[in-house]
């Protein structure tokens, strides 16, 4: 089926319910879903068990799972997970929560829910390990560190590889490539992690999650998918599947990109899209008539 035969393709079907890439809702609970639900669940419990006069620093679920560098080295190692389910203020998890769902829906759709908690996972863990590394180095000093940024920013390193011509909106007002505002935001946290600046620690947490995430979308499923080939010890067949694998996952990222479009133009109209956008979706097309015609040639030989 071509693009041009989805539902929202057809403007006679204006009532119908779109689902863009970057954002919309959906009846079924996603992986997605869950994390929101279960990091507010989190911190409305530290909200009502601290004293207003310390903040939520003085709850005790918050200081048994607050990432601490010294508490770590003395066995407690679970901090490293937890506090990535852990923010200090509202605003903090606002913001962790707003990029979790814009970012983690498509790439949700792309890896499925479980390969996508997996990334967000090991994310957040690499963000924390790279933190506790640079305060014993003396790099930063020791104190203590939390949130889902270090996961959030591995999606946006994932989308920015997966999705080059997707745009994010800075203040909600600006439209930016998403793979400008991954490699700026890059350079910013490489410049203040080493200058020890302002939220250096967390910076540094966001740094390695953004780092994992573009490798991850650049080489992290070939890794994966030779691993697995050596562990199953399945000769040649694996070299004829893998371009075919390949194959199929372009034309997944296509699926996804052009559903992103096609909803902005269903909600917006043609003339919203920008030229880089109506080149990548001509090429999408190219590429889904290109594969139409060798079935078609398959199918007479």
Excluded at 23 to 49: D, E, H, M, P, Q
Excluded at 212 to 218: C, D, H, P, R, V
Excluded at 253 to 261: M, N, P, Q, Y
Excluded at 281 to 290: H, N, P, S
Aim: aromatic share 12%; net charge positive.
């Amino acid at each position: 089926m071509g693009w041009q035969d989805r539902d929202y393709a057809n403007t006679s079907n204006a009532h119908s319910r779109v689902v863009p890439a970057f954002g919309g809702f959906r009846k079924t609970k996603s992986v997605v879903t869950i994390l929101i639900w279960v990091n507010i669940a989190i911190y409305v419990i530290c909200t009502l068990g601290a004293n207003r006069q310390f903040g939520i620093l003085n709850s005790g679920l918050f200081q048994a799972f607050v990432m601490n560098t010294e508490l770590v080295l003395k066995g407690q190692f679970w901090r490293i997970v937890t506090s990535d389910y852990l923010h200090w203020n509202v605003m903090h998890i606002f913001m962790n929560m707003l990029g979790l769902y814009f970012l983690g829906r498509p790439l949700e759709q792309l890896w499925g829910g479980k390969k996508f908690f997996v990334v967000y996972s090991v994310a957040g863990i690499l963000g924390s390990l790279f933190y506790m590394l640079l305060t014993i180095a003396g790099v930063l000093e020791s104190g203590l560190a939390a949130g889902a940024s270090g996961c959030v920013l591995g999606l946006l390193g994932a989308a920015a590889v997966l999705f080059p011509h997707a745009e994010v909106y800075v203040y909600f007002l600006f439209p930016v490539k998403i793979r400008v505002v991954a490699g700026v935001l890059a350079a910013y946290y490489i410049f203040n992690v080493f200058r020890s600046g302002s939220n250096a620690g967390g910076d540094a947490c966001h740094l390695a999650g953004l780092a994992f995430g573009t490798w991850w979308a650049m080489r992290g499923e070939q890794w994966w998918s030779g691993r697995r080939r050596q562990s199953r010890a399945v000769p040649a067949a694996h070299g004829r599947a893998a371009p075919f694998r390949r194959h199929i996952n372009d034309r997944k990222r296509d699926a996804v990109l052009v559903d992103a479009i096609l909803a902005k133009v269903h909600q917006r109209g043609i003339t919203a899209l920008s030229e880089t956008e109506k080149r990548a979706l001509a090429e999408a097309t190219a590429r889904q008539q290109a594969d139409e015609r060798e079935f078609d040639r398959v199918d007479r030989l």
